[in-house]
């Protein structure tokens, strides 16, 4: 798919598959999700697969996956992202349980993430195990903003920040 080689076989959603590629221009290896070949006829599908896109790369922060591009080949619709090497959550907790202070590091780290889109006015909607990746340093990612949905930006969260700025407590 254009400058992407596609590797393997990652995973299969509701919204896609998920392949391991090389971008042969920088070296690397990403995640490419493409749209199912059934949806691409549907406007409503290609809508909600942009905004999944738009919503996760308007997030900058270091336990939200990263988006590098969104694009269309002959109709073949796909979207970019870094390539989280671990496993997924679900396959982690699969192996046995977790210590607990392997669960409340997990745990706040995928509250971190949330609570920055929140502020950032998304609403992630599918958190769930096989939406998190667990890198084999124990940090994460949250994935999958296909059902994010744009809401306002907390007035609390804007009224503290602005506070700050002004040097208020």
Do not use: C, W
């Amino acid at each position: 798919i254009g400058p992407y080689q596609l590797l393997a076989l990652l995973g299969k959603g509701g919204m896609g598959e998920v392949h391991l590629a090389l971008d042969t221009r920088l070296g690397r290896r990403v995640a490419i999700k493409l749209l199912p070949a059934e949806f691409t006829a549907d406007a409503e599908s290609v809508r909600r697969f942009a905004q999944e896109a738009r919503a996760a790369s308007a997030l900058n922060h270091p336990n939200i996956i990263t988006i590098y591009e969104i694009d269309d080949l002959e109709n073949a619709h796909y979207i970019v992202t870094e390539y989280v090497e671990g496993e997924t959550l679900r396959q982690r907790m699969d192996r046995g349980p977790l210590k607990l202070q392997e669960g409340l590091d997990l745990a706040i780290q995928i509250a971190t993430a949330l609570e920055a889109a929140h502020n950032a006015g998304i609403m992630h909607r599918d958190i769930k195990p096989e939406n998190v990746m667990v890198r084999p340093d124990g940090y994460i990612k949250v994935l999958d903003f296909g059902l994010a949905k744009l809401v306002e930006p907390s007035t609390t969260t804007l009224d503290a920040e602005r506070s700050i700025e002004a040097g208020v407590n």
